[in-house]
């Protein structure tokens, strides 16, 4: 079985500056998925970046990109000009890459979550 | 375009009853998953639904259910609550490629 490991329960950053947060799995697959996601007070799960595993180019998204560390099976995300909005609950998430019938599909595996505190 | 709507949004619960929770996908979206999330164990799935097929399902006791319908929309079901069911209950759906999960905004139970 898959995990996922988020070694930060809590990080804070102040505004317009630069923070990582970490993420560890553990995997015998060798195709897969991974995310970081982005839980505000609202509940709602937000996508913030995704990750094939078979690319070896990070992914960035505007302020947001990753360190991805196939080997050392890590997957840390740097947030970039930290704004007062990107505070909320962090999750990082795996997927295997299961196909069936020509669809993907596959539970998501989520660490423990970091809650992320921007300050002003 | 509609997000990921679940409903009800709160929902208050005595220990024994039953409870069953919607969620309707986004339009087009044929996989359907629920993941239940507290703070002592953090976010656990529960079970993904395809064309009304039941594809995966997490390590949950037989008394959580669920189930999809031809439209996509699904429903889970919580027989004999618990105190311990108190949970934020996702909804997630997807397209069937390896993107990412869009989520709806959870229905809070709380069984007391």
């Known amino acids: 079985a898959q995990t996922v490991t988020q070694s930060q329960p809590e990080m804070s950053v102040q505004e317009a500056e630069t923070v990582t947060l970490s993420c560890t799995y553990d995997?015998?697959?060798?195709?897969?998925?991974l995310f970081w996601y982005k839980q505000p007070p609202s509940r709602q799960m937000i996508l913030v970046i995704r990750?094939?595993?078979?690319?070896?180019q990070n992914a960035t998204e505007n302020r947001f990109s990753v360190n991805f560390q196939k080997a050392a099976k890590s997957f840390s995300l740097k947030i970039s000009d930290s704004q007062l909005g990107d505070a909320a609950m962090y999750f990082c998430?795996?997927?295997?890459?299961?196909?069936?019938?020509?669809?993907?599909?596959?539970?998501?595996?989520f660490g423990q979550g970091t809650i992320l505190t921007v300050h002003p | 375009k509609a997000g990921v709507t679940q409903t009800p949004r709160y929902l208050i619960k005595t220990r024994g009853q039953q409870v069953t929770l919607s969620c309707s996908p986004i339009s087009g979206h044929r996989s359907v998953s629920w993941y239940q999330q507290t703070p002592g164990q953090g976010l656990q799935f529960l079970f993904e639904?395809?064309?009304?097929?039941?594809?995966n399902k997490g390590n949950f006791p037989g008394r959580f259910s669920g189930r999809q319908f031809s439209n996509s929309r699904s429903e889970m079901n919580v027989s004999t609550l618990e105190l311990g069911d108190s949970a934020l209950y996702l909804c997630a759906s997807s397209l069937p490629s390896p993107y990412g999960y869009t989520f709806g905004s959870g229905t809070r139970l709380t069984v007391v």
């Open positions: 639904y395809f064309s009304e097929t039941q594809r």
């Open positions: 998430a795996y997927r295997s890459a299961v196909h069936a019938g020509g669809t993907s599909y596959g539970k998501l595996t």
């Open positions: 990750q094939e595993a078979y690319k070896q």
């Open positions: 995997t015998s697959e060798s195709d897969y998925y």
